[in-house]
């Protein structure tokens, strides 16, 4: 299986910070890597898909980025409404796997 | 638009089946590129994919290692709907369920379904 590390596990940031948030996986996934926002009680809400293209209606302050196995979710100038828990999932091959999540919280 | 509902019994006692069921508006069951799946999530394993099935000329399932010997996910194409049966369960599988679709060609989750609370109790 392909295992999706996470980090950090959690963050404080304020409206207007930008974060960056990382997720390295255990093999080679070419660009097989979505991230999805979750809040409480919702299911995920897909961001980026293919590592670094925007979801339609997503906005432009969510992006992704690859470097090998490392992928990244930058959100440049944090929000209230981004204050949720992230999530990366490869889809490269089965099983498919997630990261352990990345929970934002407001400083 | 498509959308996935969610159907089932919120609470079952140890040993015995889960079963829940996804319905599907907007789409088919029998899409072609398309796998319906089955998603968990508990504060102990996260997000845990659990499998899937799929129409490319003959039905297809496949099963995450985990679950294998106890899963069972099975399309009804009379109601364009799929199910979810996890046997012999354990307080271990009280999690969300979630269905959701993936699509081949934009590979993805997308959407899903609202997510049913499972507990296994007595």
């Known amino acids: 299986d392909i295992q999706m590390t996470q980090s950090p596990s959690s963050l404080s940031a304020s409206v207007g910070d930008r974060v960056t948030i990382t997720c390295r996986a255990s093999q080679s996934i070419n660009t097989y890597l979505n991230w999805y926002q979750q809040k409480p009680g919702k299911a995920p809400k897909l961001l980026i898909y293919?590592?670094?293209s925007l979801q339609s209606g997503v906005p432009s302050r969510f992006s992704g980025s690859r470097s090998g196995t490392d992928f990244t979710l930058t959100i440049s100038s944090l929000q209230p409404e981004d204050f949720a828990t992230y999530y990366c999932?490869?889809?490269?091959?089965?099983?498919?796997?997630f990261g352990q999540g990345t929970q934002l919280e407001i400083k | 638009q498509v959308q996935l509902q969610q159907s089932g019994p919120g609470l079952v006692k140890p040993s015995q089946t889960l079963s829940l069921t996804c319905a599907i508006s907007?789409?088919?069951?029998?899409?072609?590129?398309?796998?319906w799946n089955w998603i968990r999530q508990s504060p102990s394993r996260g997000l845990e994919w659990l499998g899937r099935?799929?129409?490319?000329?003959?039905?297809?399932?496949d099963y995450a290692v985990s679950v294998k010997s106890r899963i069972t996910i099975s399309p009804d194409t009379s109601k364009n709907q799929f199910s979810l049966q996890l046997n012999s369960v354990t307080p271990d599988d009280t999690a969300v369920y979630f269905c959701?679709?993936?699509?081949?060609?934009?590979?993805?989750?997308?959407?899903w379904g609202q997510g049913t609370l499972v507990t296994v109790s007595s």
């Open positions: 293919l590592a670094s």
């Open positions: 959701a679709r993936f699509n081949w060609g934009n590979n993805w989750f997308d959407p």
């Open positions: 099935t799929y129409y490319s000329s003959k039905w297809y399932n």
């Open positions: 907007g789409d088919s069951v029998s899409s072609d590129s398309t796998t």
């Open positions: 999932q490869q889809s490269y091959s089965t099983p498919i796997t």
